[in-house]
């Protein structure tokens, strides 16, 4: 997002043990596949001015801004959230990785929430 601040929130949930990772400054060749973002304010005909893909190819993580993990020994999953909001950065992107303690599938869902507001001059 170039104009606005964007304020984020996210939450997850793991069928295994994972580690979560938010990332700023993140390098990419290619972005991935782009996810619609819905606004909820139905009477609203705004559109967001943040994207979001899934799959991108990264060819640099960028500064780890936060870690955390969900389940335990492998094999039992949970669920976390952002501790409160994250003000990102305008003309950065991010990287939110998932990445599973043992070998195997699994599954994350992931819901991301955020505003966005011009910044006093």
Avoid: M
């Amino acid at each position: 997002n170039t104009e606005n601040e964007t304020h984020l929130r996210y939450t997850y949930n793991c069928e295994a043990e994972f580690s979560v990772v938010l990332f700023e400054g993140t390098t990419v060749s290619a972005n991935g596949t782009a996810k619609t973002a819905y606004n909820r304010n139905r009477n609203s005909v705004s559109t967001a001015g943040t994207a979001v893909y899934t799959g991108p190819t990264v060819t640099s993580d960028g500064t780890q801004l936060r870690e955390a993990r969900v389940g335990s020994g492998g094999g039992s999953g949970g669920s976390g959230e952002s501790i409160g909001e994250w003000i990102l950065a305008t003309n950065q992107k991010y990287l939110l990785r998932f990445t599973k303690a043992a070998a195997g599938t699994s599954y994350v869902s992931t819901k991301l929430w955020w505003y966005e507001h011009t910044p006093p001059a």
